[in-house]
């Protein structure tokens, strides 16, 4: 059974900091890109960040560059973002995704809030 977890989602003040975490289990992590996601109230979701199968290469929305920072551990099976001098406009349900590079699946988590505010 697929499955991912978010957690490390709360309030936070802006200009904080917070680490959400994404448990994987049931596929092979290790073939997979890994993504997260976010859905703003009364928006679209939008990619906030990537990482390839190896680590290697990431991407950025240009909304978090130089603020968040992807990362994996394949022992682990986890996926991180770490979320710097978080803003009002970073407020969101953060979701973790898991692709096969065929595309040929496509795995959600449920979700975790994240809420910047003063």
């Known amino acids: 059974q697929v499955q991912l977890v978010e957690s490390g989602g709360g309030l936070v003040q802006p200009g904080g900091s917070l680490r959400l975490s994404c448990a994987a289990s049931?596929?092979?992590?290790?073939?997979?890109?890994m993504s997260w996601y976010r859905r703003a109230p009364g928006k679209e979701r939008e990619l906030v960040a990537g990482?390839?199968?190896?680590?290697?290469?990431?991407t950025y929305a240009d909304s978090v560059k130089g603020r968040f920072t992807i990362s994996r551990d394949t022992a682990k099976k986890t996926v991180y973002l770490q979320m710097n001098s978080l803003k009002l406009e970073d407020t969101a349900v953060y979701y973790c995704n898991a692709k096969s590079p065929s595309d040929t699946y496509n795995y959600w988590g449920q979700g975790t809030q994240v809420t910047v505010s003063s």
């Open positions: 990482i390839a199968t190896t680590g290697g290469r990431t």
């Open positions: 049931g596929f092979t992590f290790s073939f997979y890109v």
